[in-house]
């Protein structure tokens, strides 16, 4: 298993997850609920901007790995459901919400494994479509987090709420081009 600055700030995402749900449990004596939604919010946007910086990095130190491209997406999606679950117990989030984002990650890593063991691995490799359902959940989180007003008029709980459902949206919509671009393969080897 390689071990480089990519990787590593991958892992720092990964550690980041509990973290951020930590703070939202600790006692209010010692953090206020502003200073809770505070920290999980920086410490949420700390882990997509290493989402980016890792991939820049590995292409711009050649450092791409396997390795890498696997545990990428594991983290990303880790940190979306582990926000999400914490925002549900909050109720800063609908369960249909949380289900079509934690369902789609679940139903698409299954059809890439699936895909993979029949040597059609790249029919459903990342498309467009879905770096813009990550976007778009990335964004929306934080919004969500933060749950409160930014300079006197910004509602970032209906902000995050507005951009939560076009990340669902977006969501279906990714799973959908995924399903369609397997089932030709999917029909053949079901013969």
């Known amino acids: 298993m390689p071990f480089n600055l990519p990787i590593a700030l991958t892992w720092l995402r990964v550690a980041a997850i509990p973290l951020m749900?930590?703070?939202?449990y600790l006692p209010n004596t010692w953090l206020s609920p502003f200073e809770k939604n505070l920290i999980a919010t920086i410490i949420f946007v700390f882990a997509a901007l290493t989402d980016w910086l890792d991939g820049f990095l590995a292409r711009l130190l050649k450092q791409e790995s396997a390795f890498g491209q696997f545990l990428d997406p594991v983290a990303d999606k880790l940190i979306v459901a582990a926000?999400?679950?914490?925002?549900?117990n909050m109720d800063r989030v609908q369960v249909w919400v949380a289900l079509?984002?934690?369902g789609r990650e679940i139903t698409i890593s299954a059809l890439r494994e699936w895909m993979a063991l029949?040597?059609?691995?790249?029919?459903?490799?990342?498309h467009m479509v879905g770096k813009l359902k990550?976007?778009?959940?990335?964004?929306?989180?934080?919004?969500?987090?933060?749950?409160?007003?930014?300079?006197?008029?910004?509602?970032?709980?209906?902000?995050?709420?507005?951009l939560i459902w076009v990340a669902s949206f977006l969501t279906l919509w990714s799973m959908?081009?995924?399903?369609?671009?397997?089932l030709p393969q999917l029909v053949e080897h079901q013969k």
């Not at 959908?176 to 397997?182: D, G, I, L, P, Q």
């Open 176 to 182: 959908f081009y995924y399903m369609k671009k397997a």
């Open 134 to 162: 990550t976007t778009a959940q990335l964004i929306a989180i934080p919004f969500l987090l933060l749950n409160d007003t930014l300079f006197g008029w910004l509602d970032c709980a209906r902000v995050g709420t507005w």
């Open 83 to 88: 926000s999400l679950l914490v925002l549900l």
């Open 118 to 126: 029949l040597g059609a691995g790249k029919s459903v490799a990342v």
């Open 100 to 102: 079509i984002i934690i």
């Open 21 to 24: 749900v930590i703070v939202f």
